[in-house]
């Protein structure tokens, strides 16, 4: 991994074991990992594990520092959820890419005036 200086013009190489042993400093993503690795030894399902590998991603993203609370309610919602609930949610973030990434055509809405009762 290569890091720029502060004043950015001379790159520094960390090795593979540095950069181990500065995220194993961080105690937000050893929580999360140890959290997320239970998590994931309980299920089988491609999207549960992809949100989980998401959920260790963000914790590391300084732009995403959540407190401590909702990264454990997170996560235990993961673990709550059926596969479906997270493919619902995958769908309702992006409707066209999920259409377009299924090559399929985005279904045209009508609407109507409300039946009188």
Not at 31 to 60: Q, Y
Request: net charge neutral; glycine share 4%; hydrophobic share 45%.
């Amino acid at each position: 991994m290569v890091t720029p200086f502060a004043s950015g013009t001379f790159p520094v190489v960390i090795s593979s074991a540095d950069r181990l042993e500065i995220l194993a400093q961080d105690p937000q993503l050893v929580e999360t990992l140890a959290a997320t690795t239970i998590t994931a030894g309980k299920t089988m399902h491609e999207e549960k594990l992809d949100a989980l590998r998401n959920a260790v991603l963000n914790s590391v993203n300084p732009r995403l520092r959540l407190d401590e609370c909702l990264r454990l309610q997170f996560i235990t919602f993961i673990e709550q959820m059926a596969p479906g609930h997270l493919k619902l949610m995958k769908y309702f973030s992006a409707p066209r890419q999920w259409y377009e990434g299924r090559g399929m055509s985005i279904p045209s809405v009508t609407t109507s005036k409300p039946l009188a009762i």
